[in-house]
């Protein structure tokens, strides 16, 4: 077998056993796509992440002035060379991934190895000579809390920070809305289209080769289902095509939260349709952060980043989409009550798994059927 199969296996194969990570897994798995300089720019080209970052930190010096900052993920570094421009003493700059090299050199060529220590290993892992004031971060995924960067920065903060020290975002926010697209239909054609290429290869391998393949159209059809169907879908979406009120699912205060509270997220919310006669395509979710310090030690200037439906700027987060199949009709002044819940995937920690329920009430007093789905964010 070769080693590169072997990993690609192990890859393929469960990243927990009995609530243990493999870490040789995860990293496979995960942390290895941040080790790019291809990702690194993506990420450094969304201008409302740097903004957001860049003006939290400079509007808030006095949380950085001769003070002892921890940058957890540092990627290509540049938090911790913000950190340090804005008066940092010392900047503590942790990267799993071999983007560390890179991160080291930036600190170089920009004369900030006097204060920035770049350190290669896992914040679970690793040991610093010093407690900090302050942990910045930037560990969001997809819908929030895909990729559970979370958990390594609640590790820091648990093991790093000073009892007054401040979080870089202090809170978040979780966002759940109905929505109008015709993303709905084309996913649909695309699972049919599957199906139809799927009878016809069957009808060929019968009348080609003399196998009959169709023992194996249930767990094709499955598989299909999940893929086009249920796997959540990134988008960027316009203002327009929110068709009801947001709602908040989750807050999160940074300071105080436990992976308990964020790996297991439950809400039953309420939203009204604000669109006359509309087709419910799907529910949108996404998220915003803040930088407001503590109530001990507040920001002077509070800064928010938003990668909710935007009409001028999205984000590479944009916005995670749960399409209905088929989408019900739905007008002004229906009420709508999601009852949601989203747990880590067995398979892979870093994944997530939604259970989605609806009712809906129209402004008659009459209850459509309720709509259940399963949905994937992968």
């Known amino acids: 077998m070769s080693a590169t199969f072997s990993v690609f296996r192990r890859v393929m194969n469960s990243s927990t056993q009995n609530g243990v990570v493999d870490k040789g897994v995860d990293f496979a798995n995960y942390f290895c796509t941040y080790g ?14 740097m903004d957001a970052y860049y003006n939290s930190i400079f509007k808030n010096k006095h949380h950085f002035e001769g003070k002892v900052v921890l940058d957890v993920g540092t990627g290509s570094g540049i938090l911790a060379i913000w950190s340090a421009q804005a008066g940092a003493r010392k900047v503590y700059a942790v990267e ?8 080291a050199e930036l600190v170089k060529s920009n004369e900030l190895q006097h204060v920035v220590e770049v350190i290669e290993g896992t914040m679970e892992d690793i040991t610093l000579p010093e407690k900090v004031d302050v942990i910045i971060s930037e560990w969001m995924g997809y819908f929030l809390l895909r990729e559970s960067m979370l958990d390594s920065v609640l590790c820091a903060r648990d093991r790093w920070l000073k009892p007054n020290g401040v979080m870089y975002p202090s809170h978040a926010r979780m966002w759940l ?110 998220f915003d952060v803040h930088f407001r310090g503590s109530s001990e030690n507040p920001a002077q200037n509070e800064i928010e980043l938003n990668t909710g439906p935007n009409e001028d700027s999205g984000t590479h987060w944009g916005q995670q989409v749960f399409l209905l199949h088929p989408p019900p009709r739905v007008q002004r002044g229906d009420d709508l009550k999601f009852n949601f819940s989203m747990i880590r995937s067995k398979e892979n920690h ?29």
């Open 96 to 103: 799993a991934t071999k983007m560390a090299e890179h991160a």
């Open 36 to 49: 790019f300089l291809y990702h690194q720019k993506e990420m450094l080209c969304d201008r409302v992440r």
């Open 350 to 378: 870093r994944l997530m798994e939604v259970d989605l329920d609806i009712e809906i009430k129209q402004s008659s007093g009459k209850f459509l059927p309720q709509v259940r789905n399963k949905f994937f964010i992968e």
């Open 177 to 286: 809305a109905p929505i109008k697209s015709t993303l709905v239909d084309q996913k649909m054609n695309d699972f049919e289209g599957s199906m139809d290429d799927w009878y016809c290869f069957i009808d060929d391998t019968k009348n080609y080769y003399g196998v009959d393949m169709s023992a194996l159209t249930k767990p094709f059809t499955h598989e299909q289902k999940k893929y086009y169907l249920q796997t959540s879908i990134w988008n960027n979406l316009h203002p327009n095509q929110v068709i009801g009120t947001p709602v908040i699912i989750k807050e999160i205060d940074c300071l105080t939260t436990t992976v308990d509270d964020i790996s297991n997220v439950r809400a039953s919310v309420s939203s009204s349709i604000t669109e006359e006669n509309a087709r419910l395509a799907g529910i949108a979710g996404w």
